[in-house]
Structure formats: C-alpha cells, structure tokens
T-cell receptor
C-alpha cells in the first residue's frame, strides 16, 4: 500500500518570502502521479500542481514549484513570493497511474500561515 | 460555471436518520469519487465509480451506499446515521485515461449528526 507523509503539522512565513513544504511517499510502483492540493478556510480543495513520475523535470505553476526526487521518494512544494491568500492547509497526494483504479492517497496536511 | 457541484453544502440531522448527498460534474469525466474528511482534516477515499461501475469500495460500512445513475452523477446515501459519520464529504471527478488525470473536487458537504 502507498503511504504519504507530511511530517510538519504547521508552518509560518512572512509575506513575500519563500517557503518549502515537505512530503515523502512510499511506493513500489513506477508509474504514478503526485499532487499538491490547497484547502483554504472555505474548505474547497484546489489543485495547486501535479507531477508525473516519469518526468524528470520539476513541475512549475507560476509561484509554485516542486522538487521531485524520485529515488528519495520526496516531493516538496516551494511557494515563492508568499501572499496572504496562500494561507491554507496544503495536502500532498499520491495516485497510481493505472486507469480507473486511481484513488488519491493523502498526507495529513500542513497548515501554512502567511504573516503580513 | 461550476465543474463539480454537491448538494447540500450543509446537512444537520439526528442519529438514526437516512440522508443523501448528491454530486454532479460537467467536466465530461468518466470517473467519480467520494472522499471523507474527518475532524482532524484527514482525507480518505470511500468509493469510486468509472462509467457507472463501482471500482473502489474502501472498507466503508454498508450503511453507505453510492449510486451512479450516469457518468455525470454520483450520489451517496447514508442509512441509520451515527455520530461518527459527522465529517465533510467531498465528491471528485477525473478522467481515467490520458495525461490529465488530476481529480477535481466539489465544495464539500459538512454533515453533522446530533
């Protein structure tokens, strides 16, 4: 079974600074996807970024980028130029790449607070 | 335009009652899911359906019965509600093939059982 570990329960960052959220996972599979989801106080689950395991290049979406280390099974999220609206809970998630049997396995999440 | 919608967003009911949550997606996806988020914010898969066929059923009490009348809808019916069923229930959808496999979530339904 796959597991996802987010060991930091919470972090705080000053507005405009950069913060990195850690995530590690465990799997014996070679074909999979990794995601970061954001859940603000509104509770909506918002996809931030995704990474396909076969791609060596790290995914980037505007101020959000990942550091994907496949051998180390590490998938950290870097948020640059933090904004107040980034305050939310962030979940790292793993998904197998085998079609319809594709559930998301989530980490416990990390609460990020951006200070003005 | 709402991509994945759920109704109701809030549901307060008493123990022993039966209730349903409805989910609809207009993204043309072929797979839909139910996730449960507990009081500690932990998210766990409950069910998934692909083209109206049950694919995943994760050790969920049989008081929970999903129903998918078509690819765009996945409803969740809960019988004999218990206090421990209080949680936020999320519906999600995705495509089971191709490169764009990410799951899109509905707004969630906060169920409170008293």
């Amino acid at each position: 079974a796959q597991t996802v570990t987010q060991s930091q329960p919470e972090m705080s960052v000053q507005e405009a600074e950069t913060v990195t959220l850690s995530c590690t996972y465990d799997t014996s599979e070679n074909n999979y996807y990794l995601f970061w989801y954001k859940q603000p106080p509104s509770r909506q689950m918002i996809l931030v970024i995704r990474q396909e395991a076969y791609k060596q290049q790290n995914a980037t979406e505007n101020r959000f980028s990942v550091n994907f280390q496949k051998a180390a099974k590490s998938f950290s999220l870097k948020i640059s130029d933090s904004q107040l609206g980034d305050t939310a809970m962030y979940f790292c998630a793993f998904m197998m790449g085998n079609g319809a049997n594709s559930k998301l396995t989530f980490g416990k999440g990390i609460t990020l607070s951006v200070r003005p | 335009d709402t991509a994945v919608s759920q109704t109701p967003k809030y549901l307060v009911t008493q123990m022993g009652n039966d209730k349903s949550i409805k989910c609809e997606q207009n993204l043309g996806h072929d797979t839909m899911y139910w996730y449960k988020q507990d009081s500690k914010k932990f998210l766990k898969i409950m069910f998934s359906y692909n083209n109206k066929e049950l694919i995943i059923n994760e050790t969920v009490p049989n008081r929970f019965s999903p129903k998918s009348p078509d690819k765009a809808h996945l409803n969740l019916h809960i019988n004999s509600l218990e206090l421990g069923d209080s949680a936020v229930y999320f519906c999600a959808s995705s495509q089971s093939f191709g490169r764009a496999r990410e799951q899109y979530f509905g707004p969630g339904t906060r169920l409170t059982v008293t």
